[in-house]
């Protein structure tokens, strides 16, 4: 199975703009999303990180 980066590749050599479009936005959606769970984790293990601005 060649994977997600060769189909990248053929697809922008191809012009085949609404595969590249499809593959940009499922990567932008995977970085937002675990960038979000791995803060909301930080902030559940480490009791100095908070989530709200308690007064400063």
Known sequence: WPGMGKLLI???????????????????????TINLVVDI???????RVRLKDAGA
């Open 10 to 32: 053929d697809s922008i050599q191809l012009l085949d703009r609404p595969v590249v479009v499809a593959y940009l936005i499922i990567t932008v959606v995977m970085f937002i």
């Open 41 to 47: 984790v930080y902030s559940l293990l480490d009791p």
